[in-house]
């Protein structure tokens, strides 16, 4: 099982280069709740290099900066995508894969025991859902529009997918978790 699991502004950006802060500043206790048990679950990560390269130097700090889901991520077994990272990487358990992202998940998938699951690295899995080789979208929308301040279009340049809804809920009364199985849309 695949998971894409993606931060999103209600008009579908992956960040913002505003003063909006992290999480758009609407996270709240029972959101950060709901992640951290997402994340105490055997899984493996999987991330490809520059969302590697921006988290390692993010999370580059103390582990009491962070709240307690990101230090269980930074925590998990991952398996980084890419062609120009070396190991040692400035990540606790973390290995390289190198070349074609297609083959190394669709190997993962084969080999794992345990569930994988990506947090981000859009170009990753915008070529892993064309593949097919995505199981799940988790789509945490929060309640902000960035217009002006957005940045990443989360599904910008994807094939079209036609989505069913597996799962919903309301964090905190405002910031919804979607989760859908994709099936690439057959035109007629």
């Given at each position: 099982?695949?998971?894409?699991?993606?931060?999103?502004?209600?008009?579908?950006?992956?960040?913002?280069?505003?003063?909006?802060?992290?999480?758009?500043?609407?996270?709240?206790?029972e959101f950060?709740?709901?992640?951290?048990?997402?994340?105490?679950?055997?899984?493996?990560?999987?991330?490809?290099?520059?969302?590697?390269?921006?988290?390692?130097?993010?999370?580059?700090?103390?582990?009491?900066?962070?709240?307690?889901?990101?230090?269980?991520m930074r925590?998990?077994?991952?398996?980084?995508?890419?062609?120009?990272?070396?190991?040692?990487?400035?990540?606790?358990?973390?290995?390289?894969?190198?070349?074609?992202?297609?083959?190394?998940?669709?190997?993962?998938?084969?080999?794992?025991?345990?569930?994988?699951?990506?947090?981000?690295?859009?170009?990753?899995?915008?070529?892993?859902?064309?593949?097919?080789?995505?199981?799940?979208?988790?789509?945490?929308?929060f309640p902000?529009?960035?217009?002006?301040?957005?940045?990443?279009?989360?599904?910008?340049?994807?094939?079209?997918?036609?989505?069913?809804?597996?799962?919903?809920?309301?964090?905190?009364?405002?910031?919804?978790?979607?989760?859908?199985?994709?099936?690439?849309?057959?035109?007629?």
């Open positions: 099982m695949y998971t894409f699991d993606v931060f999103s502004s209600l008009d579908g950006f992956g960040s913002h280069r505003g003063d909006w802060g992290g999480y758009w500043g609407k996270q709240g206790p950060l709740a709901h992640r951290l048990a997402q994340y105490s679950a055997d899984q493996r990560m999987v991330l490809g290099a520059t969302t590697h390269r921006v988290n390692a130097m993010l999370l580059n700090g103390s582990d009491e900066d962070f709240d307690p889901w990101v230090r269980r925590e998990l077994p991952t398996t980084v995508i890419s062609s120009t990272l070396q190991e040692p990487l400035d990540w606790p358990d973390a290995t390289v894969a190198a070349g074609s992202a297609v083959d190394v998940v669709r190997r993962l998938k084969e080999e794992s025991a345990v569930p994988l699951r990506s947090h981000g690295s859009l170009t990753l899995n915008r070529a892993l859902l064309a593949a097919g080789l995505v199981d799940r979208i988790q789509v945490t929308v902000v529009i960035t217009g002006q301040t957005g940045t990443d279009p989360i599904f910008g340049g994807a094939l079209d997918f036609d989505l069913e809804l597996l799962e919903t809920r309301t964090l905190d009364g405002n910031t919804q978790e979607l989760i859908y199985r994709p099936t690439v849309h057959v035109t007629r």
